[in-house]
Structure formats: C-alpha cells, structure tokens
C-alpha cells in the first residue's frame, strides 16, 4: 500500500507573497528581496525528522501558526512602559511597531543607531547569522517577520549604560533583531520577552555581529505568560579577539524551546554563557546551545542551571564544536538539573565535536533529585518547608549567578525570587 505524505511534510507549501505585507510596512527593496528570497526558502520547508536529536522532545507541529504569517492583525496596544534604570536606549517592540522609548544624549551624540530595520544601512548583515535555511521556523520568521529592529553601535564607542528591548508577545509574533557592533566598540543588550495570552505563539531570531576586539554581554530573558508557546533562534558572531558574555534565563511560557548559540569567527574570540530556567506546573523547556569554534586560539565556556518542580520537563542539548583550522582552542560545557519533584524530567544531552587534536574540551552534566538530607538539615534549624526549598534553589543557582556582571546578576536575580515567592518555585 503506498504511503501518502502528510499534509504538514510542507507546511509553508502555500505561504503567499510576501510584497503585499512589506509594502504595508512601509520597506525599501532590499528588505522586499530579502523577504522574497525567504519565502522561496520557506515553501520548500519540511517539518524536521522528530529522530533528529534537537527535535526529539519538542514536537515541531506545536511551533506552526494557525493563522496565515502574512496577514496583519490589528494587535491591542502595548502597556506603558515605566522606565527605572537610566540607560543608553530603551525600546518597545509589539506586533508591528517599534517604539524608541528612549535615546540617551550620550548615544545619540556618539552615533548609535536604534532604528526599525528597513531604515538601517544592515543589508551586509541581514541574514548571514541565522539564513532562511537554518530551520523551518527561521525560514518562516526571515519571510514574514515584524517587528524589526536593527541596533549599530559604531566603532570605538563604549556604552556604559545598557540597551533594553521589550519584546511584547501578542497573538502571532515573529519579531527580528539585528545588531552591530563596530571594532573595539562594547554594549550591553538586554533582550527581554514579556506578555502573551492564551493562543500567543513567538517565533523570534536575533543576530548580533561583534567587530574586532568588541566586547558584547547579551542577556536573553524569557518571562512569557503561561499561556505562551515561543521559538527563540540567536546566534552572536564574534571577529578577532572580540570577546561575548551571554545570560540566558528562562522562566514563563508553556512550551518553549531556544536556540542559541556563538560563532567565534575571529582568532582569540573568546565566549562565556550563563543561563538559568525555572519551570513548574506542565512547563516544557527545550534550550539547545552552540560554541562554534571556527579561528585559532579561541576560548567558550558554558553553565547552565535548570530547577523544575511539579510536571516540568526540561531538555538542554549543547554542542562544542572544534573546527579543523582552529587550533589551541578551549572549550568547556557544563550543565546541572534539579528535579524538586517526582514527576519533573531532565534530559542533558553534551556534544563535543573536534576535528584537530590540538584542544582542550571538557564537559559535565547531571541530573538529580532533590537533597532530602538539606531540608531535613534547614528544618531542623527551624526553618519552615518553602523556605527551606529557596535557599536550596538559590544555592544551586549561585555559583552560576555570581559569575555574571553585577547588574545583570541583580536583574536575573530579582526575577529568580519573584519566580520563589511560592511554596516551590
């Protein structure tokens, strides 16, 4: 009996041109090209294999739109947002919009470039770090994406205060963000998801390019309603001696899955990422992480640090990857999962792959259950259950927390007890 393919092989078979939405957007035409050839990409898209490791607990239907990508939905508007930290720049991203909220004198007088995409001179960028053909959903986001925001931080110029971006989810969201940083320039980007309601899907990627001998630190916080299934693609590309530091933290959604990842491209690049996620209830968390080391003399390290209770599962599945050219590298991965509950899950799947054998690569992973001795040990001292399980998730997460700059500690550490106030998690 023959086999009939099923209706999804495809699922982008019919997506319609793009020129109409790009149009309404008000874009040049090379950002229509662009969406054009994506579009092309997006139609020849297949769901991928769920035998592939990186989809294998995450299935990929849940990720597809139930409405057409290209059409334009009248969103509700934003929240205000209040600021409370002085910053270089500070901007709202919601269904089709981008508002710049704020620009510091500073930066505006040193030349930074806050813009949405189509007014940005990105088309040498645009594309190179995450192309349409990186995954189908990237296909998709690179054909109908909105809003889009490209960020340029000349060369030399050192931002002192951190740039913020709200990301507000909001029904069918594919925002898209750019940013470059010239030689020897250094910024702080803060990439912040909020908001959502019941049936809000976010199909996001950001590519950020760092000159030679930049220095970038790049958080990526996820905070979603729980009604929020969301897809993340980030990828940093760093040149010569160009150093990245990445905080990940994952706290709301219902299903979210991210990937991302650092291209040291440049001899000396160095990379160090930190993250953190805390699920509970049905909360599925699916973080893939690469360090690519495509240039001599190139330094990565990475801790991730997952605490779940309830019926949460979480999946990390992290790649070291040694290309052939690229001698007396050094790599280490090191991921550490605490199960709170007998119903949690945690799978930790490390992946090295070397192709010269003048390195030195390390990797650790485990999963474990809670410690009963340390609460019995904190109750005893009279502290009271919920309590006790804090300090032992505070603990657990502290090592990892520490070795991230003072600010942006004290940001993902507020988040982390709001996220404790209950009685777990």
């Excluded at 690519?292 to 990857?321: C, E, W």
């Amino acid at each position: 009996m023959a086999s009939t393919a099923l209706p999804w092989t495809t699922p982008f078979a019919s997506l319609g041109d793009p020129s109409p939405l790009s149009h309404a957007l008000g874009e040049p035409a090379w950002l229509a090209d662009f969406r054009q050839g994506a579009a092309e990409q997006a139609r020849l898209v297949s769901l991928p294999n769920r035998a592939r490791h990186l989809w294998r607990f995450s299935n990929p239907e849940r990720f597809l739109p139930n409405q057409d990508p290209m059409e334009l939905v009248p969103a509700p508007a934003p929240p205000p947002w209040r600021l409370e930290e002085d910053l270089a720049a500070a901007v709202l991203l919601s269904s089709t919009s981008v508002q710049v909220v704020h620009l510091s004198p500073e930066a505006q007088r040193a030349g930074v470039v806050v813009a949405p995409l189509g007014h940005a001179p990105v088309q040498e960028f645009l594309g190179k770090a995450v192309p349409p053909h990186h995954g189908f959903l990237e296909a998709l986001n690179a054909a109908a994406f909105r809003p889009a925001l490209a960020v340029l931080v000349p060369a030399k110029v050192r931002l002192e205060k951190p740039i913020r971006l709200r990301l507000v989810a909001s029904g069918l969201s594919l925002p898209r963000v750019l940013v470059v940083l010239g030689e020897e320039a250094s910024a702080e980007i803060v990439e912040g998801h909020v908001g959502g309601s019941k049936g809000s899907l976010v199909l996001g990627v950001t590519e950020v390019f760092v000159g030679a001998g930049g220095e970038l630190c790049y958080d990526l916080v996820q905070r979603w309603e729980l009604p929020v299934t969301g897809h993340l693609t980030s990828r940093i590309v760093l040149g010569e001696n160009a150093k990245a530091q990445l905080a990940l933290a994952s706290f709301g959604g219902e299903a979210t899955k991210v990937d991302t990842g650092v291209v040291l491209a440049g001899k000396g690049a160095e990379a160090e990422t930190y993250g953190v996620a805390l699920g509970t209830g049905t909360q599925h968390f699916d973080h893939h992480t690469e360090h690519i080391h495509a240039a001599p003399q190139s330094h990565s390290n990475l801790d991730f640090k997952v605490a779940l209770a309830g019926q949460a599962r979480s999946v990390y599945t992290g790649l070291i990857r040694i290309e052939e050219q690229a001698f007396t590298c050094e790599a280490y991965q090191e991921n550490r999962n605490l199960l709170l509950s007998e119903e949690a899950r945690a799978e930790s799947i490390p992946e090295l792959e070397i192709l010269n054998e003048d390195v030195r690569c390390t990797h650790g992973a485990t999963v474990a259950p809670l410690d009963e001795e340390q609460v019995f040990y904190l109750k005893s001292r009279g502290i009271p259950h919920h309590q006790a399980l804090r300090l032992i998730v505070y603990g657990f997460l502290d090592q990892t927390l520490s070795r991230l700059p003072e600010k942006t500690r004290e940001r993902i550490e507020a988040l982390v007890a709001g996220r404790l106030h209950g009685e777990v998690l």
